[in-house]
């Protein structure tokens, strides 16, 4: 058997490991945290880590055949806003008979997102936030965007029921925590409300997502689900009341619908535009009549991966580009990459100097950060294959935007809000989005952050029964526009990946 | 006659279609690729040379700037428009047997999917290379497969998947063929699909784009 050194930040240990056993899977049986955005298929390159007289390998493929030593990357802190914006709607405390069960009743709503959760812990007596917390998905080792995951359902015989478990023992373990640190029992916790997508809805109650993948994406459910703690074996009361908030159709799930519910736009705005710059790229147009609604596919470009030096929000990202040196960075350290909204700064930067011309052309490499400013000693760039998928991904997003105009008969000047959803809404810069052609020019004065606004969609209904009318009337007037049989869409997404200089 | 083919050849590659489209901006009302290629057949230059010597010289030119990042899709999918345009002029020599094609390809989106745009351009790219394209569309089943190979015993047949969950609907395509016809050449493409994955599934030939398939067919044409 050969030996294993792992050196990393905080510990380094060294273990006998099974011959021939992919390097991937022993770091993560050795209980670290591997980002594995395409799910260990060896295609997005982001499991690298080095080994001492060999350099960097994809640990994905890379089966251990002897002695070696291993250096891993710093852990970092996926960094997660959740707070409350000036356009979110407010209620009432009211959070129905369940409050009954406990003298001192809590409640949590968790927002069950693909990359983290968002917990809010209520104290339901009185309807005050006690805490939030966000915490990585511990289903992302099986892969960073929905398909994987459901891949893996689909693949594995008891799938569904391994990343059901892993999503369960996560949220009793915040359970237990909280229960634990405000000095309450842990059946004082007596209501639980879920928002996420569709798939993540599915998985959490051990239900097949399969059918969401393939044509013609028929989900098991959308309709809210309301069920005992006891059934899902939560740590709470067991009697308490678990709610699952409904969702639209395959890809657009609870996470949009109680989004949007969660907003309270000015009266003066009659129609706006909520955008999730997510690796799905949901979008609704809100119209005093209709929603119309769609999910764009954009990718995971401005997530990091696909992209060379990508990587999340998280420390060390460039986040933001204003020329050669001037750039900032999350945390104070030296730069490991750059994040989305640094991304389409850059972009936008190499287009108004001209180093990326009209059709995405830029002749080589642009060097970011030299080999001697970064935190990894190598230099950070942006390759001309990485235009080509910020071109993807931007144009599948603007021809998203303009099918939902053309169905709402609205041009983008009369479109009075953009509601930008998501943490990624904090940090883009509107104008630059724009610039790069991810957003209309119309929208970039009118464009404005929105947080996490499926997590408070599931605050909203934590703490009050009346969001349920309200869930109710917007699903009613949401449409769902079906991207993959639109006769306009492959020819505006062709023609959307140009840059307009 | 030189100089028209090379002006077709231009005209393809840089996505001329007609007189009356706007594209590229530089070529703004001159003649393109259709108006060119009727002036060539009428003034008596052979379909073959037309085949060679512009339609395949320019959309390998393009191929070649598309692997290597110059280009992207827009610019190649206006250029297979113009191959487009002028294949039509073509069109009636190949079909009355009067000119030969280099062969015939197979090529559908597999069964699940519906992502067509990287499969159109291949299609696209190996029909201006001189090839016959079946195109079988998109969600198509193994058993739709094995028929159109039993249709074209020659046909090499491509397969595209864009997502992780219909890619290994290729699997049970390449073994469907193969079980009957083990000698069927399956070249398979798509963002998620690798060469390891390719030699995993038992299929012959890989390509992350298009000029790679047409330079594999051309390999096996030439024998
Ligand atoms: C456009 C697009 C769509 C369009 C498709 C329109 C159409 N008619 O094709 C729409 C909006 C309808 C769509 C729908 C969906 N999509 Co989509 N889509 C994309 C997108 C943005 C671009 C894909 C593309 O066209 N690329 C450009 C072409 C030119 O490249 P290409 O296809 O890779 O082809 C090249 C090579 O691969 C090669 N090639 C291709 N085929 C072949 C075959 C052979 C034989 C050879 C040799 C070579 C070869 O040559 C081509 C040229 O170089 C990507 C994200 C991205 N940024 O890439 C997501 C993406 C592919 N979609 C994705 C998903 C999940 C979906 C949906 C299932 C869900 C959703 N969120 O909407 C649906 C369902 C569709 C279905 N089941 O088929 C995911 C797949 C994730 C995964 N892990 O598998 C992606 C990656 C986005 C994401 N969410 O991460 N999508
Ligand atoms: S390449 Fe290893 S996880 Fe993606």
């Not at chain 2, 000698?183 to 890989?206: E, L």
């Amino acid at each position: 058997m050969p030996r294993l050194k792992i050196l990393s930040k905080e510990v380094s240990l060294t273990e006998k490991v099974p011959r021939g056993a992919m390097l991937l899977d022993i770091l993560r049986t050795a209980g670290h945290e591997m980002y594995t955005p395409c799910g260990g298929q060896g295609t997005c390159g982001k499991c690298r880590v080095y080994v001492r007289d060999r350099g960097y390998v994809t640990s994905c493929l890379f089966p251990v055949m002897e002695d070696m030593e291993i250096v891993l990357p710093e852990p970092s802190e996926a960094s997660i806003m959740a707070e409350q914006y000036a356009h979110t709607r407010q209620l009432p405390a009211d959070p129905g008979p369940s409050a009954r069960l406990s003298a001192h009743p809590y409640g949590v709503a968790v927002d069950l997102g693909t990359t983290s959760l968002v917990f809010h812990f209520v104290n339901l007596m009185t309807g005050a936030l006690v805490e939030t917390r966000a915490i990585l998905n511990p289903q992302a080792k099986y892969g960073a965007d929905v398909i994987s995951r459901i891949n893996y359902c689909v693949l594995n015989p008891q799938g569904a029921r391994i990343l059901q478990q892993e999503i369960i023992n996560t949220v009793n373990a915040e359970l237990l925590r909280f229960a634990g640190n405000a000095g309450t029992g842990k059946t004082d916790v007596v209501r639980i409300c879920f928002t996420g997508n569709t798939t993540m809805l599915h998985i959490l109650l051990g239900v097949d997502p399969g059918p969401i993948a393939y044509v013609p994406f028929t989900p098991a459910f959308t309709e809210e689900k309301i069920l005992r703690a006891a059934d899902l074996d939560l740590e709470c009361h067991p009697g308490g009341e678990v709610k699952i908030l409904p969702s639209l159709s395959a890809y657009i799930g609870s996470d949009i619908v109680a989004g949007i519910a969660s907003l309270k736009p000015s009266t003066a705005h009659k129609n706006y535009l909520f955008l999730d710059l997510g690796t799905n790229g949901e979008m609704a147009l809100c119209t005093p009549d209709r929603i119309y609604c769609c999910s764009s596919a954009a990718g995971p470009a401005f997530e990091g991966a696909n992209i060379e030096h990508g990587m999340g929000a998280a420390e060390g990202a460039i986040m933001s580009y204003d020329g050669p040196g001037r750039f900032r960075i999350i945390g104070d350290t030296r730069p490991t990459g750059i994040c989305g909204s640094g991304l389409i700064d850059l972009v936008a930067w190499l287009l108004a100097g001209g180093r990326i011309s009209g059709d995405g052309y830029m002749a080589g490499d642009f060097i970011i950060a030299t080999a001697a400013e970064s935190a990894t000693g190598q230099a950070i760039c942006l390759t001309p294959k990485d235009v080509r998928e910020v071109q993807l991904a931007k144009s599948a997003v603007a021809s998203g935007i303009n099918i939902l105009l053309s169905h709402a008969g609205l041009s983008a000047d009369q479109i009075d809000a953009l509601y930008l959803a998501g943490g990624f809404g904090n940090y883009i810069r509107p104008a630059n989005a724009a610039s790069i052609g991810l957003i209309p020019r119309e929208l970039c004065a009118r464009a404005m952050p929105a947080g996490n606004t499926s997590g408070t969609g599931a605050l909203l209904s934590l703490r009050s029964v009346s969001f349920d009318g309200i869930l109710e009337e917007i699903l009613s007037r949401m449409k769902n526009l079906e991207l993959s049989d639109h006769p306009d869409f492959v020819m505006q997404f062709a023609m959307n990946m140009e840059f307009h200089t | 006659m030189d100089e028209i083919l090379k002006q077709i050849a231009h005209c393809v590659e840089f996505g001329k279609i007609n007189n009356a489209s706007p594209y590229p901006p530089d070529m703004k009302g001159q003649e393109g690729a259709d108006e060119l290629t009727r002036k060539a057949l009428d003034s008596g230059v052979p379909v073959e040379d037309i085949l060679t010597h512009a339609l395949i010289v320019g959309m390998k030119n393009v191929g070649v700037k598309f692997r290597e990042n110059k280009v992207f899709v827009p610019q190649v999918l206006m250029s297979a428009k113009a191959m487009g345009a002028a294949m039509e002029h073509l069109k009636p020599h190949f079909a009355s047997g009067a000119a030969k094609r280099k062969g015939t390809f197979i090529i559908g989106t597999v069964e699940g999917d519906l992502h067509d745009i990287g499969k159109n351009l291949v299609s696209m790219m190996v029909e201006g290379n001189g090839y016959e394209v079946i195109d079988l569309g998109v969600d198509v089943s193994a058993g739709k497969f094995l028929a159109e190979a039993e249709k074209y015993p020659h046909g090499v047949i491509g397969l595209s998947a864009l997502l992780t969950t219909t890619m290994v609907n290729m699997e049970k395509i390449v073994k469907t063929i193969k079980d009957k016809y083990p000698d069927r050449i399956i070249c398979i493409g798509g963002a998620p699909v690798s060469d390891d994955f390719c030699k995993k599934i038992n299929a012959d030939f890989y390509s992350p784009d298009p000029q790679g398939a047409v330079e594999f067919l051309n390999e096996l044409a030439a024998g």
